[in-house]
């Protein structure tokens, strides 16, 4: 047979590749047409001045002018295509996605839903209906780029914000209602055990409510037992819900003050604010908290005086995201307790959270009874507060409030603004009288980030008081001088970062606050990394100086090691080796005052339930050796962590669970992740241990094919997919994906329907031993056409559980009877089933 003519150098072997299973030659050229045309993202590989051979082409039967389409880039077919879509990086699912005769997007209506995008007036080509009008949005939005990947069905949209729509409030926009009870938990533990002492300690964070009716119910705890000395503490205990009428989240019971005026404050009471801040789920911030443990530590982190969040963390840097803030304007208070007690604090000043906490234009109102307790056992005062906060223009807003009790005032207002796109400042003024000491002061407030470079990030801030501002609960308190002279006086931070792909990562962070006292307090935190060919090499720097060393709730040992902690610097230089993909080596040395330490680590993630770190380290001046160890498991419905560290003093062992449960109509399902407040359940039929992809990460069914989504955004759409690959080989899905547009407070079943089947390759004869001629037609007993007979007498059933006789009508005009008798018990882990039958004359 005479060799075809090259197609096209890049495109050949994709074509031969795509029909090697099928013969004669003719069909090699259809089924390569096929797949030059279904594939145009393979065809993307041409360069401009590389073509087809069209003589080629022409002698197969292949139009030239596809060559002509495909010559200077992949695109779509002219028509309706099923695509992915993007928006500023976020994936919002499948869309039907129109393309005109040179493959460019159309902008129809149910794009623009589609994506959140305002619908410009303006018409580039009209549609049979309106649903298929083009509207000009790239004429309107000239800045958005586009981007489209036929070869995965991708279309990627970067649009500037002014073309966003406002969240939606039509009750027919997003699903709505239904009804499960939650319970969140994330408790820890450390033992240790030394000569003659021995220290305890436990806390355990929960949250128990339930969504009904659009309703958020929530109950949100701390527990703390701390050498025997226990305690509770109430973080929030509400209820919401989402007012569409007045586009406003209403709040009711034990909150947190959102205003974004005012600093927060723990009422007994009620509020009314905008769709922004609440629209997030907590957590979803970008608020950094960095710094350095001399030891495996329990980081304490409060906002408001509430404790927000309390974790483990081992020797070495760590990096706190994802805090659940009360609010934008308060500060975080960091403590860093090591096992034996040892106490070191830094506070990360809201001015510098870089509008981690955006605030949305609208009107904010607050009522209630102040909650935190009062040192002079004072009754608390009723607070009620109120701002507004307009828009100015496209990238700046202005806010101005009022707060008043019987015997406090304060006024206050906030700008924020974006200058070319790049410098975002933001400023905040507060004004305050006590009326019952008869003084006065004021608070202001600064931060400016930008970056300086193309890889280079700076992020400023300011904070300063008079000595008569006052907060609430500092109104009235005239007696208690020193709390007042223990006030900070100005405050100051200063952030850089620079990634370059020579020199490395650099980062910077400054804070300084001083008292009116005449104290001070600094703390720096410089990182320096670089990655070379076989190995990773980090710097690190943590330092601070001053700063108040009453511990009066540490033991006498405690405080000793409290002095040597708070001031100095620590140094830490590690360098990390890759042994494979997921085993790392890790050597260091540390210096932190005069303590000089140097180790191994080596961690390993063993598959994705299991990683486990196991290091020894050794202090080079007191000659003494320590040795630990962590494992981290995720049995699928719940997180577990667990170490153990042994030096010549003391032994230490620590412990970590985490997760979730959902109560719904259909039973009790458990969750590795804490749920939020808009939630679902997936089910997979009766199918157990599938794994899902959700907007929070992987889940796996239980036994009865049901799993938790633990969040889903509200007012926006989310997908969620059953990974094909961890279902037995006889299920099948009619659709292994869906896009959920999620009202916030409701809860969601999503449910795919799955399919049994039993696939059967049958090496069927005729009765004299002949296998059935290639071509012959098979029919079920109602006449329907299934498949046809290949080579070598080869039929292959998708599905024989429904099947029993079949009718096969050979090339004679003849027919005879198939008679299927499978084995009993299908074998689930095979793809298929091999069989032979005899076809027999009717």
């Known amino acids: 047979m005479k060799k075809p003519k090259k197609l096209c150098s890049r495109t050949h072997y994709a074509l031969n590749a795509g029909a090697s299973a099928f013969r004669p030659y003719r069909s090699n050229v ?19 001045g590389e073509g087809f051979d069209l003589a080629a082409l022409t002698a197969h039967g292949i139009d030239p002018q596809v060559s002509e389409y495909f010559r200077s880039a992949a695109r779509f077919r002219e028509g309706v295509h099923v695509v992915g879509l993007r928006v500023n990086g976020n994936p919002l699912g499948l869309v039907d996605a129109r393309f005109d005769y040179q493959g460019q997007l159309c902008f129809t209506p149910g794009l623009l839903d589609k994506a959140g995008l305002l619908k410009p007036s303006g018409i580039i080509r009209e549609g049979i209906t309106p649903d298929q009008a083009c509207h000009d949005f790239l004429g309107e939005f000239p800045s958005t780029m586009v981007r489209l990947r036929p070869g995965s069905d991708e279309v990627t949209l970067v649009v500037p914000t002014q073309s966003l729509r406002e969240p939606e409030w039509e009750a027919g926009s997003f699903s709505r209602g239904g009804a499960a009870a939650l319970f969140n938990y994330d408790v820890l533990g450390f033992d240790t055990q030394s000569r003659g002492d021995s220290s305890r300690y436990m806390s355990a964070y929960t949250e128990a409510g339930f969504n009904l009716g659009d309703w958020i119910v929530r109950s949100r705890q701390f527990y703390v037992s701390d050498n025997g000395k226990t305690s509770t503490e109430h973080v929030h205990a509400f209820a919401q819900r989402d007012i569409a009428a007045l586009q406003s989240t209403f709040q009711v019971g034990q909150i947190s003050s959102n205003n974004p005026v005012f600093g927060g404050l723990q009422l007994s009471g009620l509020q009314f604010s905008p769709d922004g801040q609440l629209r997030m789920p907590a957590g979803s911030n970008d608020v950094v908290v960095e710094g350095l443990a001399q030891s495996q ?50 506070v990360v000043p809201a001015a510098s959270f870089r509008g981690a906490a955006p605030v949305t234009p609208g009107y904010y109102l607050s009522l209630g009874k102040v909650r935190e307790s009062s040192v002079d056992s004072k009754e608390q005062p009723v607070v009620a507060m109120a701002s ?15 707060l008043s009790t019987d015997e406090y005032q304060a006024a206050g207002g906030a700008l924020s603004s974006v200058f070319f796109q790049r410098v975002a400042v933001g400023g905040r003024h507060n004004l305050s009288r006590d009326s019952r000491d008869k003084v006065s002061g004021a608070r202001s407030t600064l931060s400016l980030s930008s970056p300086l470079f193309a890889d280079m990030d700076m992020n400023l801030s300011a904070a ?124 260091y040395a540390s210096r932190r005052g005069d303590r000089l330490d140097a180790g191994t680590l080596l961690s390993e993630r063993v598959n994705e339930y299991v990683n486990y770190e196991v290091g020894v380290e050794r202090d080079l001046k007191g000659r003494e050796q320590a040795v630990r ?150 029919f079920d007993k109602d006449n329907t056409f299934l498949t046809s007979v290949v080579g070598e007498g080869m039929l292959f059933l998708r599905n024989a559980n429904e099947l029993q006789t079949l009718k096969v009508s050979l090339p004679d005009s003849t027919t005879c009877l198939l008679q299927l008798n499978p084995e009993q018990e299908p074998n689930n882990d095979k793809l298929y089933e091999t069989a032979s039958a005899v076809c027999h004359a009717p």
């Open 30 to 48: 259809f089924v390569g047409l096929v797949t030059l045309w279904g594939l145009p993202g393979y065809v993307s590989a041409l360069e401009l």
């Open 297 to 346: 530590s329990r980081i304490e982190v409060r906002q408001a005086a509430a404790l927000i969040y309390s974790t483990l963390v081992p020797e070495g840097p760590f990096r706190l995201t994802g805090l659940p803030l009360l609010n934008g304007t308060s500060d975080l208070e960091v403590s860093v307790i090591d096992v034996r007690g040892a106490r070191r604090s830094f």
């Open 388 to 402: 507004g906060t307009w828009g100015l223009g496209r990238a700046s807003s202005l806010g101005f409030g009022l």
């Open 464 to 587: 300063s008081q008079t000595r008569g501002y006052r907060e609430v609960l500092e109104a009235g308190q005239s007696s208690r001088v020193d709390d007042f002279d223990g006030r900070f006086r100005s405050q100051y931070t200063a952030g850089l970062s620079w990634a370059d792909p020579i020199l490395g990562g650099f980062s910077l962070n400054y804070t300084r606050s001083s008292q009116f006292d005449g104290r001070s307090v600094e703390h720096l935190f410089a990182s320096w990394n670089k990655g070379f060919r076989h190995a990773d090499v980090a710097l690190v720097a943590d330092s601070q100086v001053g700063g108040s060393r009453r511990r009066s709730h540490d033991t006498s040992i405690g405080r000793e090691r409290d002095k040597r902690l708070e001031e100095g610097i620590s140094i830490r230089l590690q360098v990390s080796i890759p042994l494979g993909e997921d085993r790392r080596l890790v050597s």
């Open 629 to 778: 160890g962590h494992v981290d498991v995720m049995p699928r419905y719940t997180r577990v962590g667990l170490g153990v560290s042994r030096d010549s003093l003391s032994t230490s062992y620590t412990g970590q669970l985490q997760g979730g449960v959902v109560a719904h109509a259909r039973g009790l399902t458990f969750s590795p992740y804490a749920v939020q407040d808009t939630f679902g359940i997936v089910s997979v039929g009766d199918i157990g241990s599938t794994k899902v992809a959700t907007p929070l990460g992987p889940v796996w069914t239980d036994f009865s094919g049901q799993a938790v989504i633990a969040g889903l955004p509200a007012y926006s759409s989310s997908r969620v997919e059953v990974q094909t690959q961890s279902l037995p080989k006889h299920i099948d899905l009619k659709n292994g994906a869906k896009v959920l547009a999620a009202g916030r407070g409701s809860f969601n079943n999503v449910d795919f329907e799955v399919v049994k089947v039993r696939r059967l390759l049958l090496e069927v004869h005729d009765e004299q031993g002949r296998p059935l001629p290639q071509g012959a037609s098979v």
